[in-house]
């Protein structure tokens, strides 16, 4: 199973990092996709942390190949990501397809940008409740959300919850696809 990790510079390093392994020692295969070439900039909040390695490039991928998309937060990178046609169109994709989408913090900013955060319920970091409430969505102040494919968190201290609920869901997604061969 392969899984998109979308992300460019100005990323929230734990949301990135945490669910990434949590995803490998489940046995997933995971991209670091973005529109910058080798590496992208990680943050603890506002401090710079480390450089992360970019496998793929968001030009390059084709969201079929892909199980299911991972949006970490950090404000420079879900403003930078929610602008990006690339992005929306991805997600757009992945949505279309019912694949899970999980997103953490300031990750969704890209659901309301691509357009497909209207009737459905998250939560996300707390500032962003007003932009899901004006686009349709309702927001919960709860640490996971899943609604449908959808699986959302708030902040780092959330992962342990987030990374369970991802998890689940690619494994219901796994048996549904099974099942239905």
């Not at 990501?81 to 969704?108: E, T, Y």
Request: net charge negative; glycine share 6%.
């Amino acid at each position: 199973m392969n899984i998109a990790i979308l992300v460019t510079d100005g990323f929230e390093q734990a949301e990135l990092l945490d669910p990434k392994k949590a995803l490998e020692e489940a046995g997933a295969t995971v991209h670091v996709v973005s529109d910058k070439s080798e590496s992208v900039q990680g943050y603890l909040h506002t401090e710079k942390a480390m450089r992360v390695s970019v496998d793929k490039a968001l030009a390059k991928v084709l969201p079929e190949d892909y199980a299911a998309v991972l949006l970490p937060g950090g404000v420079v990178n879900g403003d930078a990501l929610r602008m990006s046609p690339q992005a929306r169109g991805f997600v757009q994709s992945i949505n279309k397809a019912d694949k899970p989408i999980a997103s953490i913090c300031h990750g969704g900013w890209l659901l309301i940008s691509a357009g497909i955060a209207k009737d459905r319920t998250v939560t996300s970091w707390p500032s962003l409740q007003d932009d899901f409430r004006n686009a349709g969505s309702t927001w919960l102040d709860q640490e996971v959300v899943r609604d449908r494919n959808f699986v959302s968190s708030r902040k780092p201290d959330d992962l342990p919850a987030f990374n369970l609920a991802f998890i689940s869901l690619l494994r219901e997604q796994q048996r549904t696809s099974s099942d239905s061969r």
